[in-house]
């Protein structure tokens, strides 16, 4: 176990993600971890991320899903082929489809706890559902798709400018 | 028609969405329109709205399809009602789920266009399929059931303070 965020053992070059990098200062620095089998998100969105008055925007509440999600399928292919998280190759995934089920107002001003399950791992692809809830009340369900990134691609963006 | 988009006949008091809202100062300001039978939205990301380097985050992707997507649907209950958009008594739609595949990786740095069709309307649903491209291709598709918002909570927020 470790305490650092799965996020955190991404390529360099791949840390940039508005809604994960640790590299973007003007992200929102969303983090992952294991709890047992399952995987946990905790977030507090800003005063400003709002839907309406009191409520959380549901876009950033696609967001949280979403890059808990690609943290959570990235952690779950390392610990499949029993690696270290983080050990090279490099293994890194983007979103090939998102769900998000808005179940009720999501309140504003109190944590937000995303609870991811793999659901399934299959060859490059990882689907992973997920729970978002403030207070212990489920506010939103979610589904993504995740897909490993292509090889060459992330090697793209890992090699060394040649320049 | 009108020049003014959708978002900016929203009741004052819903108008501080951090993806649509002209009263959020910290927002995104995604603005739609009619064209002919389509919504469009235009918007062009930021450069620190990246997912890897040179490609747009997924979940702005999301915001995007989200926001104009209600959008879409408050203006299509207008029209189907024979209503001119903004009119008395009010209707605000909110998202009860959002679909979204990605298709290819959005590319940064150019403006993105979200076109919307108004696939069903049934009672107080509206869904709306849209698409999303960058320099003509389609890079992601969405669907968002909307859902008019109950009566007595956009009553509640609209309505003067009483002390």
């Not at 060459?152 to 090697?155: A, G, I, M, T």
């Given at each position: 176990m470790s305490d650092e965020s799965f996020q955190s053992y991404y390529p360099e070059s791949t840390q940039h993600c508005?809604?994960?990098g640790t590299l973007n200062p003007k992200g929102l620095h969303i983090e992952s971890f294991w709890e047992g089998e399952d995987t946990v998100c905790r977030f507090t969105p800003e005063p400003y991320h709002t839907a309406?008055?009191?409520?959380?925007?549901?876009?950033?509440i696609a967001s949280l899903i979403d890059c808990h999600s690609t943290g959570s399928a990235t952690?779950?292919?390392?610990?499949?082929?029993?690696?270290?998280?983080?050990?090279?190759p490099p293994?890194?995934?983007?979103?090939?489809?998102?769900?998000v089920d808005y179940l009720k107002p999501t309140p504003l001003?109190?944590?937000?706890?995303?609870?991811?399950?793999?659901?399934?791992?299959?060859?490059?692809?990882?689907?992973?559902?997920?729970s978002l809830s403030a207070e212990s009340i489920t506010c939103a369900t979610g589904e993504v798709v995740a897909v490993r990134m292509p090889d060459?691609?992330?090697?793209s963006l890992t090699r060394p400018p040649s320049g």
């Open positions: 508005y809604g994960c309406v008055p009191g409520y959380v925007y549901g876009g950033l952690a779950a292919a390392y610990r499949d082929s029993g690696r270290e998280l983080g050990s090279d293994l890194r995934f983007v979103t090939g489809s998102l769900h001003g109190v944590p937000l706890v995303v609870r991811g399950t793999i659901h399934e791992i299959r060859g490059r692809v990882v689907v992973v559902r997920s060459d691609w992330l090697e």
